[in-house]
């Protein structure tokens, strides 16, 4: 990666102006940065630095700046003036400068420079932030100058990579969607900042997904981060075109097993919050029990006469699923009239899921007595 090359010419000369004494940086204080024939016209600076006039660069007057008092407008100014390659440059050696104590930078100021970076050059503040998370100095913990020691910790770093990427994306999607994965799947990250940037990318979208997002995260090879990643997609989809959702996942051949039921009882759960009914029918028609148990349960909750009366008038086309939405409504019933709920405890068909719930009633009952008698 070109910020790694930390042997900018001037390197050894940013870092003799960094142990300059107190008394020659008191001398040169009110010299703030200005224009280049300013700066060619400082002879005391040239004789520290020990360069001639034709050497000064706007990254020489940018250093200076932060060594003697950084004024924030000149420094945006002529931050604003660099190209790709010289941001490049003056990272590298503002790591060098930081790391080794020789220049103090606060945050607001580090914040502006990754901004202005991002505006110029995305796709390299993305490189710098990945790296961040390689750095072996920040993962063992070493006090050692870090190639990437503008970032202070993993919030930050995780900052930096959405900064670069929400830059990347206003100039072209699909090619920030290709550095993400490169990102993910190249194994520098972990899995938590992993799933930050495909959450950052899939909230991209401005609060809708459609079909080429849920494949493209499908497509991750990361578990982890895929199940997690698809858990965002069913909520916002879920909550925007539930019907949509369902059918792009009822097509997913891939998706099966735990990750099915998991994504399945994410987006019936959104669902069941405007359209219960609708989330019940296709629960059933895929046979997703445990989904069932969660959408009539939270429903049973919120209006029991209402889910009750659903329930009596669906057509029973599978007896175990009707059998499940049954039993889960039974026990929210039985917390407001034992009576009725034996009543539905009785209709189960499944006689081992029947005992259970009866077992369970008459625990209600004894319960209920036992309170009576005190």
Not at 47 to 57: K, L, M, T
């Amino acid at each position: 990666m070109k910020y790694l090359n930390n042997s900018h010419p001037l390197l050894g000369l940013y870092l003799g102006l960094g142990v300059v004494g107190i008394g020659i940086l008191i001398f040169f204080q009110n010299s703030q940065p200005a224009e280049k024939a300013d700066w060619q016209a400082n002879s005391e600076i040239e004789q520290i630095a020990g360069i001639s006039e034709n050497e000064w660069d706007i990254q020489t007057a940018i250093v200076q700046n932060l060594i003697l008092g950084a004024d924030c407008e000149k420094l945006k100014e002529h931050l604003l003036l660099l190209g790709a390659d010289e941001f490049l440059e003056l990272v590298a050696v503002l790591d060098q400068l930081f790391s080794s104590g020789k220049l103090i930078l606060d945050q607001e100021t580090r914040d502006m420079i990754f901004e202005l970076w991002s505006e110029q050059a995305p796709g390299d503040v993305i490189d710098y932030g990945v790296a961040f998370f390689e750095d072996n100095h920040f993962q063992k913990k070493l006090q050692t100058p870090s190639q990437t020691a503008l970032i202070s910790d993993r919030f930050r770093g995780k900052r930096v990579l959405s900064l670069g990427i929400g830059k990347a994306s206003g100039l072209d999607s699909v090619e920030t969607d290709r550095q993400v994965l490169e990102v993910i799947e190249g194994g520098s990250i972990d899995n938590g900042v992993s799933t930050s940037l495909v959450n950052f990318r899939i909230y991209a979208d401005g609060g809708e997904v459609s079909h080429d997002r849920a494949n493209w995260v499908a497509e991750l090879q990361n578990v982890e981060v895929k199940l997690s990643g698809l858990n965002t997609v069913m909520k916002i989809w879920g909550s925007t075109e539930p019907l949509s959702a369902s059918q792009w996942l009822d097509t997913q051949s891939k998706i099966s097993g735990q990750i099915e039921t998991e994504l399945t009882v994410t987006l019936a759960q959104i669902w069941s919050e405007s359209d219960p009914q609708s989330a019940i029918l296709w629960l059933m028609q895929n046979e997703q029990r445990a989904g069932i148990s969660v959408v009539v349960g939270s429903w049973a909750e919120r209006d029991l006469r209402e889910s009750g009366d659903f329930l009596n008038s669906i057509e029973k086309t599978s007896a175990t699923e009707m059998d499940v939405a049954v039993f889960e409504y039974s026990q929210k019933a039985a917390s407001v009239d034992v009576e009725v709920a034996q009543t539905w405890v009785d209709s189960i068909e499944d006689s081992s899921l029947r005992s259970v719930a009866e077992e369970l009633m008459e625990k209600l009952k004894n319960r209920g007595q036992d309170n009576l008698g005190e």
